[in-house]
């Protein structure tokens, strides 16, 4: 096989030896697997190539973009294949309001790539490395989803390889649209060898107003008001207290108060806009200010996640959504939680669309550290879905929350999922162990019963 598959991308391009251990963990820290082996095509044909030929040989692929996956969904539980599109990143044609490229192209590229005046909206803080194959695979978010919509709203259409060999082109359709059901499918339908992607105009001028808050109730309450008082943000994102203070003591520093803090972004009636917003603020006990440059502020935001490096090798990021109105709820319980269980919980997250992110720290070196970041983070899911919330709102299901599914979903539910992943491969090939299967891997690592299974 590895003779065949350097035959087809060149021999520099098959990773064989200790170097493919470089693709066995992602975003996800908490579990590593090992690839076979790895390819990196170089263009689309090679693409097509190389994973008609797996195909025809039954082996087990997982597909991966940058590995930037927070929920595992890139790792070879089985000594898959890993087949990696990052080479495969070219743009294609710009037209109008639509840009087609390939899945490798990092997310940052295809605003660059559009014309001045439009942008491609979706923007998880990983924009800079993680690829729009890896974006339409988990269905990313990112700040600007509270008014522009999660990477599904940007899809017009996709060009994929399916497990029977066939490229096929979902286009928009009026009945039965398959491109929906390839957004956020992590890899187990087929692979993306391109997308066709919505830009949307420029705004005109943009404004951010940073409010200040002494407690994560009246910052909360906050962003509710906000929505009540007719104002859509652009971007409306919370800093926890715990937080601003990690991130201030890390290289991502923008002179934050030390406070709970909310950065939102007005992109439209600016003036109007801002009045309402700087009297729910007042009227939720906040203070606030109007940075003339707020690029370091969010520049802090989006590196909020690798600052946690400064109080932890390692961390847990939760992703579970509930509604705007409850987030005074969860969030004074998961404090609560915080200080009964004597664990750190930093929550950084896209208020607006009610998408927390608590980030749990553990040490890589101590399971039973591990172990308790897990309970907890199970502990505060499960309170997200019991309050009409889901479970993830934009990392995905992965081999992290693959227990939370059958908490969701009724058994239906995951019966016609199973049926719609089996239409499309039959055989089990791509991403074996990933969100429904389960049963069919079992890996000897204890790690995997405390993500799997209910106590
Ligand atoms: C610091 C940091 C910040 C982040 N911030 C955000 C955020 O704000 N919002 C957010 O939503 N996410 C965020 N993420 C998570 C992550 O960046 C996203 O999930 C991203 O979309 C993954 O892209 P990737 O290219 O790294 O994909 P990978 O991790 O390589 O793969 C992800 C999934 O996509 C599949 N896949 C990849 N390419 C293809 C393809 N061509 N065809 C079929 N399947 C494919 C893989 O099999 C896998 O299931 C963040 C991650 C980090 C590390």
Redesign the pocket.
């Known amino acids: 096989m590895i003779e065949e598959l350097r035959k087809i991308v060149g021999d520099k391009w098959v990773i064989t030896g200790e170097e493919r251990k470089l693709y066995s963990f992602?975003?996800f820290t908490a579990v590593s697997g090992e690839p076979s082996v790895v390819v990196l095509p170089g263009n689309e044909e090679e693409a097509v190539e190389v994973l008609r030929y797996l195909f025809s040989r039954k082996a087990k692929v997982?597909?991966?973009?940058?590995?930037?996956?927070?929920?595992g969904?890139?790792v070879p539980l089985q000594g898959e294949v890993v087949v990696a599109?990052t080479r495969?990143n070219k743009v294609y044609s710009v037209e109008g309001y639509e840009i087609e490229v390939g899945?490798?192209i990092a997310?940052a590229m295809v605003t660059k790539s559009a014309p001045k005046d439009l942008f491609y909206a979706p923007?998880?803080?990983?924009y800079v490395?993680?690829?729009?194959?890896?974006?339409?695979?988990?269905d990313?978010?990112?700040?600007r989803v509270v008014k522009y919509g999660?990477t599904f709203n940007s899809v017009l259409s996709l060009k994929?390889i399916l497990t029977n060999g066939e490229v096929e082109e979902f286009t928009p359709s009026p009945f039965f649209n398959p491109t929906s059901i390839f957004v956020g499918?992590?890899?187990?339908l087929?692979?993306?060898?391109r997308a066709r992607l919505k830009l949307v105009p420029k705004p005109k001028a943009r404004k951010t107003i940073v409010g200040v808050f002494q407690t994560v109730g009246d910052a909360s309450r906050a962003v509710v008001g906000i929505f009540k008082a007719g104002v859509v943000p652009s971007a409306l994102e919370m800093m926890d207290k715990t937080s601003v203070s990690i991130v201030e003591r890390s290289r991502y520093k923008a002179g934050l108060p030390l406070a709970h803090v909310l950065l939102i972004e007005l992109d439209e009636d600016l003036e109007e806009s801002i009045a309402r917003v700087v009297k729910v603020i007042r009227d939720n006990d906040g203070e606030f200010f109007e940075p003339e440059d707020d690029a370091p502020y969010w520049n802090a935001r989006k590196g909020a996640?690798?600052a946690m490096g400064v109080v932890s090798r390692a961390y847990l990021?939760l992703d579970c959504n509930v509604p705007r109105a409850k987030l005074p709820l969860i969030l004074s319980k998961v404090e609560e939680m915080s200080r009964n269980k004597g664990v750190t919980i930093a929550n950084v997250f896209?208020a607006g669309d009610g998408n927390l992110h608590p980030l749990i720290p553990f040490d890589p070196d101590d399971k039973a550290s591990l172990r308790k970041a897990i309970e907890v983070g199970s502990e505060i899911t499960e309170l997200a879905i019991s309050l009409g919330g889901v479970p993830s709102g934009?990392?995905?299901i992965?081999l992290e929350k693959v227990k939370f599914l059958e908490r969701y979903y009724n058994a239906t539910d995951l019966e016609v999922m199973e049926r719609i992943r089996k239409a499309f491969d039959p055989h089990g090939l791509l991403?074996p162990c990933?969100s429904f299967l389960k049963e069919k891997c079992q890996p000897k690592d204890e790690v995997f019963r405390w993500l799997w299974e209910w106590d």
């Open positions: 992602d975003g997982v597909i991966r973009g940058s590995g930037t996956s927070l929920s969904a890139t599109m495969l899945p490798g997310n923007d998880p803080s990983s490395v993680s690829s729009i194959g890896g974006n339409v695979s988990h990313s978010g990112g700040m999660p994929v499918s992590e890899g187990t087929g692979a993306i060898l996640f690798p990021t896209h934009e990392h995905g992965g991403n990933k």
